[in-house]
């Protein structure tokens, strides 16, 4: 398909664990974001990638989330030390290049126990 | 920073009625306003945006407005149907920043 693919779906995992979420842009798209949406909530923005640099980190909560995006396409989300508050739906969005519409994945929602 | 603020939080309307959102933003440098409706478990599906330099665009059934001098702008969905209801979400960008600062989500149900 043509748009923002999400990897897993679903992650359940128990605290303390560390996870990797993974975001496949659609094809072509130079700028990358994270989100995370908890339930009854509006997307809160954690990351923005614009090619392989990270433009703007501001919105990540602490020092256990990290993202990277080594080829300027896949980016992976990682978050060390889980604890149980980072359960939420993780989303993804690419746009052609900032500043431009930015168009979601489906989302890994993510689960700890 | 940027803070938006929606409203209603829900609003239920008759098959065919009209539908408004309103939304206010606090960053003047704000220049890019996306609308972007959500169903039930799935992805936020961009349906409608405005820039700065416009004041009203429309899309079949549906239009934006924004008023830059008083920070506001509105979805307006005219004659709704039930497949129209869905959690729908306004955001803001500032022209210095690429990040989406979504308000908190209006649940518009619509009653056949």
């Known amino acids: 398909g043509a748009g923002v693919s999400q990897t897993p779906s679903n992650k359940v995992t128990e605290k303390g664990k560390y996870v990797e979420l993974r975001c496949d842009p659609i094809?072509?798209?130079?700028?990358l974001y994270w989100y995370r949406q908890s339930l009854g909530q509006g997307p809160e923005f954690l990351i923005y990638f614009q090619g392989t640099g990270a433009a703007d980190d501001s919105g990540l909560p602490n020092d256990r989330f990290f993202a990277v995006r080594p080829e300027g396409s896949v980016s992976t989300l990682k978050i060390q030390r889980t604890e149980r508050g980072d359960s939420a739906v993780y989303l993804c969005?690419?746009?052609?290049?900032?500043?431009?519409?930015?168009?979601f994945g489906d989302g890994t929602r993510l689960s700890i126990l | 920073g940027e803070n938006v603020e929606q409203h209603p939080s829900t609003l239920s309307v008759q098959e065919g009625d009209s539908a408004v959102i309103k939304c206010t933003y606090s960053d003047s440098a704000s220049n890019y306003f996306p609308w972007y409706k959500q169903e039930l478990g799935k992805r936020p599906q961009l349906i409608i945006d405005i820039r700065s330099n416009v004041g009203e665009k429309k899309d079949q059934r549906i239009a934006v407005t924004l008023n830059k001098t008083a920070k506001h702008f509105s979805l307006h969905i005219t004659e709704t149907q039930p497949e129209d209801s869905a959690v729908y979400f306004c955001?803001?960008?500032?022209?210095?920043?690429?990040?989406?600062?979504f308000g908190t989500g209006t649940r518009l149900q619509v009653f056949p």
């Open positions: 094809s072509g798209h130079t700028a």
């Open positions: 969005a690419s746009s052609l290049t900032g500043n431009q519409p930015q168009h």
């Open positions: 955001a803001a960008i500032s022209y210095n920043t690429d990040k989406l600062i």
